[in-house]
């Protein structure tokens, strides 16, 4: 039986794809292991948003076929196959196969042609119609929580972005699909579902089939009120593209317990001029009118974002214009990213006149300035009891375990193993800089 590494880099999306690849992987006769040095066949999954992705690329290969007599079959998926094709085969020795992001059902044949002898293997199609969207119990990356894709790929051509180049067009999979798939997930004893896809609320499909029963001015709310029918008992999604979100996501998410208290909407800049040069559809005073939706909810809706700091032409005033809205949202996490140019994005045309000193600069002071929101944000939930699924041991102490909120905060108690995989009552008492630490309100006695 041949074995598989199968490494994955980037976002949930990539994780998605490489638990169905695994899933096809183990149902083909192959088995997967987690030891690299014992495996006959590596697969890399490949993002490529920021950074010097082909060149980790080259390292990584180097490293994964040093010092072994028996080299091993080296395969690249995901995003910088996608972008890169056949030409990843000149510039960095020892791959044997290469895997766009749309083609990781054929996996087992792509592997199996390398393995009869044929060099140098391609596939860079389209998803089969048929494609199987489902995961085993085996290999999905939790057994509690589970990523369900709902829309993949994505229109947008925001001008720093190589997203819609990597992964196509937006796709929206069949509403009776996805509630099939979640029904089949808390059968199995799931209890968190994650909507996923890179602009979520974009959720566009082809027909109303699934969706009938269920009302909403968007199809994506709608979705949601139907995911949360199925009685599944935690629901998050992300992530959320500021022009397409409306009221009615708070609306439903008011309506339905299940559907979890957070929102990830991208805002990338608090100035109208970068914005417009990011193409991003939206100004910083239609944003802040989103958030206000959410802020004056009824139920406590935690908000995080992503922004880019340093993109092209951003002066000092672009920056403060930054800074003065994450202190107006006072976000519960922001990831905060230096601009990189990625070679065949419109911004890449663009002079990225930025220095690198001016952007660590300005990364730092941001960081700085949402580190001590962020401690804020936090503290008001000390003495609050919270509902946390407990997913793991916590990593550093013994005794303690992990889990997150319907905030999507990572909280840290100490109790014992056996309650991983429940939902119990946890009182925060202490504020960490990226999690709460809290006392188990029922020792032994899970709540669920
Ligand atoms: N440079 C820096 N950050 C980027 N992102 C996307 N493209 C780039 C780029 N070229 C960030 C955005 C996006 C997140 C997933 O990655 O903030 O929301
Ligand atoms: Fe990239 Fe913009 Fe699409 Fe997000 S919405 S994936 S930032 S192009």
Same mark, same amino acid.
């Given at each position: 039986m041949k074995k598989v590494y199968l490494e994955t880099f980037g976002c949930q999306m990539n994780v998605s794809d490489s638990e169905r690849v695994a899933t096809a992987l183990s149902s083909r006769g192959f088995e997967m292991t987690g030891r690299e040095d014992q495996a006959d066949i590596v697969l890399i999954n490949t993002c490529s948003v920021r950074e010097k992705a082909e060149q980790?690329?080259?390292?990584?290969?180097? &490293?994964?076929?040093?010092? +072994?007599?028996?080299?091993?079959?080296?395969? !690249?998926?995901g995003c910088v196959a996608q972008l890169e094709g056949e030409t990843?085969?000149?510039?960095?020795? /020892?791959i044997d196969a290469i895997v766009g992001t749309r083609a990781v059902g054929r996996i087992s044949e792509v592997i199996g042609r390398v393995l009869d002898g044929e060099d140098e293997v391609t596939d860079l199609g389209e998803r089969e119609r048929d494609y199987d969207w489902s995961v085993t119990d085996e290999q999905r990356h939790s057994p509690h929580v589970a990523f369900v894709p709902i829309i993949e790929g994505c229109n947008k051509f925001c001008t720093y972005c190589i997203v819609p180049f990597s992964r196509g067009r937006e796709i929206s999979l069949s509403a009776s699909a996805i509630i099939r798939n979640v029904l089949e997930l808390k059968r199995s004893g799931v209890r968190e579902v994650h909507l996923i896809g890179q602009n979520v609320n974009s959720?566009?499909? &082809?027909?109303?089939?699934?969706? &009938?029963?269920?009302? /909403? $001015?968007? *199809?994506?709310? +709608?979705?949601? +009120?139907?995911?949360?029918?199925?009685?599944?008992e935690r629901i998050k999604f992300n992530t959320s593209f500021p022009r397409d979100f409306h009221a009615d996501i708070v609306d439903a998410i008011e309506e339905n317990e299940n559907l979890c208290n957070w929102v990830h909407l991208p805002v990338q800049s608090?100035?109208?001029?970068?914005? +417009?040069?990011m193409k991003r559809g939206h100004? !910083?005073? $239609?944003?802040?009118? $989103?958030?206000?939706?959410?802020a004056t909810s009824e139920r406590d809706i935690a908000v995080t974002t992503d922004i880019i700091v340093g993109f092209p032409g951003e002066t000092e005033d672009d920056f403060q214009g930054t800074v003065d809205l994450v202190n107006t949202v006072k976000y519960d996490a922001a990831y905060i990213f230096k601009y990189?140019?990625? *070679?065949?994005? *419109?911004?890449? &045309?663009m002079d990225d006149d930025v220095t690198p000193e001016t952007k660590t600069r300005r990364f730092l002071e941001l960081q700085e300035h949402q580190r001590g929101i962020q401690k804020a944000r936090l503290r008001?939930?000390?003495?609050?009891?919270l509902k946390v699924l407990v997913e793991k041991p916590a990593a550093r102490f013994d005794h303690q375990v992990s889990g997150h909120s319907t905030c999507h905060k990572v909280v840290n108690f100490e109790g014992p193993a056996n309650l991983i995989g429940q939902i119990v009552d946890v009182r925060v008492t202490e504020v960490k800089s990226n999690s709460l630490f809290g006392q188990h309100m029922s020792p032994g006695l899970p709540l669920s």
């Open positions: 980790k690329l080259y390292t990584r290969v180097g &490293e994964i076929r040093k010092g +072994r007599i028996h080299k091993p079959i080296v395969g !690249v998926l990843l085969f000149r510039k960095i020795e /020892g959720y566009r499909p &082809e027909s109303d089939s699934g969706l &009938e029963a269920f009302s /909403g $001015k968007t *199809p994506f709310s +709608r979705l949601l +009120r139907a995911v949360a029918a199925t009685g599944i608090g100035s109208d001029r970068i914005l +417009r040069m100004s !910083v005073d $239609k944003y802040l009118k $989103k958030i206000d939706r959410i990189s140019a990625r *070679p065949g994005t *419109p911004a890449y &045309e008001r939930y000390v003495g609050q009891v």
